[in-house]
């Protein structure tokens, strides 16, 4: 059986890592939003909740 050192562990992870959230981020590089998004929040402006 193979001894598994710390460093080759540490190793094999952050590779694991990094392939990892390659894959992960591959879809977002690849395609772009079409329209745009519009962000609006309604506040009370007037009341018991005014102050937020």
Avoid: C, E, W, Y
Avoid at 9 to 25: D, E, K, Q
């Amino acid at each position: 059986m193979t001894r598994v050192t710390r460093r080759d562990f540490n190793r094999l992870a952050a590779g694991s890592a990094v392939a990892g959230s390659a894959a992960l981020a591959a879809p977002a590089i690849v395609r772009a939003q079409g329209n745009k998004l519009k962000v609006g929040v309604l506040l009370p402006r007037s009341g018991t909740q005014a102050f937020i």
